[in-house]
Structures are given as C-alpha cells and as structure tokens.
C-alpha cells in the first residue's frame, strides 16, 4: 500500500497570505490527525478528523482549520498567516483513530512565512 | 490537560553502548505510550509502543519500560548503530477500544548521535 503522501511539500508565504495543505491518508484509512513541528514547540497536535468530522482540536487559533472529503483525503488552511506559523505540518492516518491503532504519518509540508 | 516531558535533550554515545531516553507524563489516563523515530528529513516513524497493562516490551535492540505509579516511561536502544542516530519522540495518550483515539501528547524530542 502507498503511505502517507502530503501536498505540495515545500511552500513559501508572506505574512497576511492563507495556505491550504492537502493529506491523503493510506488506502483504507478513515482517520488523519494533523500537527504542526517546530524547533521550540515540538510536535503539537492541531486536530483530526473521521468520516468528515472533526473529533478532536488541539489549542491552535481559529485562523487553523481543515476539512475532510468523502474519500478520506484531508485539507487545513491556515488563514491570515505570520511568522510563527513557519513550520513542518505533518498529517498522520489510522484506520479508524480508535483504540491502539498506529499513526502512520506522511512526509510532511514545510511551510515557510516571510 | 497531559504534559509529557523528555530527557535529555541530546544524548551522544559510543557505537555498541547503550542509549536511554525517559519522558514523563502527567495524566494519570494515559494509557498508551508510543515512541517515534525520526531521520533528519524524513517522516516520525512508530518504533515502538507500550499500552498501560503491561510494564515493559522489547523489540530486538529496542526496548521500552513503563512505570505507572511514578509516571514515566523509558526507551532503551542497546548495541547502538550510527543508523541509530536520529531524533526519538515519545508521546502519551487516552486510548480506549470503542472510542475515538484523542490526541498524541509528544515530547520535546531527543537527539541521539551515535559515533562510530
């Protein structure tokens, strides 16, 4: 089976721009979990989604969102954009997110705001 | 909510000596303990993972050791390889069969450098 595949992988903002990434979670996986690494913060959880519902959110501004479509693929956008918002996003899928089901995550898109 | 903390921060041993890294959780839910590696460039990838019912779990060279009553969690490499280097993360979370998985709590990360 295909991994985790993320797009585009390297982008390049300014300031006040809004982005949209796209996640494609493996074959068959219904849930896909979204983070955003940094040197200082590490690995924050941004929020995940099933079956086109966001289950969970981490403690991220409004101007972070995403969406889910019908066939598992998954979208965030990240509006009005500064500076701290630089950073590698990674998205990770399971199957159904439940019980102690592995997170596979994708290559990740690193972001960068000037 | 959960806080993890891991330590050290860098750890730089010899090829063939042992590497042990310790985080720290604050949630007494937790129970599900995951450690991740990640190459430089590369994606995290699942090593290893531990559920609360069970106190320790090896895979080969790897290891992890959980003790719930203080709280903390260990990987243990042993026998390290310079393909050992890279950066460990380990995370904590509510898991329960049935119900939706909540989040993965990560640790800040430690850099291991294995020298040959």
């Known amino acids: 089976k295909a991994g985790v595949t993320q797009t585009p992988r390297y982008l390049i903002k300014t300031r006040g721009q809004q982005v949209t990434l796209s996640c494609s979670p493996i074959?068959?996986?219904?849930?896909v979990s979204w983070y955003q690494q940094t040197p200082g913060q590490g690995l924050q959880f941004l929020f995940e989604?099933?079956?086109?519902?966001?289950?969970n959110k981490g403690n991220f501004p409004g101007r972070f969102s995403g969406r889910q479509f019908s066939n598992s693929r998954s979208e965030m956008n990240v509006s009005t954009l500064e500076l701290g918002d630089s950073a590698l996003y990674l998205c990770?899928?399971?199957?159904?997110?439940?019980?102690?089901?592995?997170?596979?995550f994708g290559p990740g898109t690193r972001l960068l705001v000037l | 909510g959960e806080n993890v903390e891991q330590h050290p921060s860098t750890l730089s041993v010899q090829e063939g000596d042992s590497a042990v890294i310790k985080c720290t959780y604050s949630d007494s839910a937790s129970n599900y303990f995951p450690w991740y590696k990640q190459e430089l460039g590369k994606r995290p990838q699942l090593i290893i993972d531990?559920?609360?019912?069970?106190g320790e779990k090896k895979d080969q060279r790897i290891a992890v050791t959980l003790n719930k009553t203080a709280k903390h969690f260990s990987l243990h490499i042993t026998e390290t390889q310079p393909e050992d280097s890279a950066v460990y993360f380990c995370a904590a979370s509510i898991r329960e069969v049935g119900r939706s998985q909540g989040n993965l709590i990560f640790g800040k990360g430690t850099k291991l450098s294995v020298k040959p």
């Open positions: 531990i559920r609360s019912n069970v």
């Open positions: 990770a899928s399971s199957l159904y997110g439940r019980g102690f089901e592995t997170q596979y």
């Open positions: 074959s068959g996986h219904r849930s």
């Open positions: 989604y099933f079956s086109e519902t966001q289950r």
